[in-house]
């Protein structure tokens, strides 16, 4: 479903993404770990088609995303550390906007259901959103990635800040859409989330991604031990893990 392949990102003389070789299936949630400047925003911005690649190429759906933009775009949902939204317009009101942005009609029951669904108390969905918490914004997000029928859910760290209860909610709908079908790319620092709700956790370091993990096969405590590892090692040092 998503795929890169040598994917590079050079910004003058540094490279900011390294020959990345990656593969997410549907029904998978895949969390890319690493340092703050490991590229990980930078894999999450090029399958979004908002930077071109210096070499290499992410598919989506099989598609080239620089070749194919508006296809792509379609089936893809984004949800950034902060959920851009329109501060005056309620829950459900953003929503209507930006299905019909992405070419979905819904009558405000189905607008309703999308929301409840993703969490949003009932009482909160026709209050403006300005005043909702960062964890309503993220689940106005979900709704609209489920109302959009996406298949592909690329998230950028979209649990910082959330409280451990947010967190834990925003999780299990990532769940509930993998089970769904959805193919979720995230890069988090929430190395217990990881273990929680990834099937697959890849750690970057400095543009490459140095291992990948599979969660099921890996404790909490060890995959933190892992993660450590390989942030103190030399950047070719540390040995691959599988
Ligand atoms: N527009 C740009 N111009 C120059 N360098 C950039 C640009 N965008 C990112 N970089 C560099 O590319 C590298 C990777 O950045 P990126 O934002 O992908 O890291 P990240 O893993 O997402 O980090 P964080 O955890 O802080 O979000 C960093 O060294 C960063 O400084």
Do not use: W
């Not at 895949?30 to 992410?58: D, Q, R």
């Not at 775009?73 to 949800?79: E, K, N, P, S």
């Not at 995230?186 to 291992?211: C, P």
Request: one cysteine or more; aromatic letters at 6%.
């Amino acid at each position: 479903m998503l795929e890169a392949c040598d994917l590079s990102k050079r910004y003058g003389s540094h490279l900011a993404l390294d020959r990345l070789n990656l593969q997410v299936k549907a029904g998978e949630i895949f969390c890319l770990l690493g340092a703050n400047g490991a590229g990980k925003t930078t894999t999450i911005h090029l399958f979004l088609n908002f930077i071109k690649p210096s070499a290499g190429v992410a598919r989506i759906a099989g598609l080239d995303v620089s070749q194919n933009p508006d296809q792509v775009r379609q089936r893809v949902a984004y949800l950034p550390e902060n959920v851009a939204l329109y501060p005056r317009l309620s829950g459900l009101e953003n929503l209507d906007y930006f299905s019909r942005l992405s070419g979905h009609r819904y009558d405000k029951t189905r607008l309703r259901d999308f929301l409840c669904r993703a969490g949003l108390p009932d009482e909160a969905v026709d209050r403006p959103v300005a005043a909702y918490s960062k964890g309503m914004r993220q689940k106005v997000g979900i709704a609209m990635a489920c109302a959009k029928e996406a298949q592909v859910l690329l998230l950028d760290e979209p649990t910082s800040g959330l409280d451990p209860q947010a967190a834990y909610e925003f999780s299990n709908l990532l769940v509930k859409l993998a089970n769904a079908g959805v193919a979720i790319l995230m890069a988090t620092h929430d190395l217990f989330r990881v273990k929680e709700t990834g099937h697959r956790a890849g750690i970057m370091k400095v543009g490459q991604l140095l291992t990948v993990l599979k969660t099921a096969d890996t404790s909490a405590a060890d995959l933190e031990r892992i993660y450590l590892d390989y942030m103190r090692a030399g950047l070719r040092a540390a040995e691959p893990v599988s």
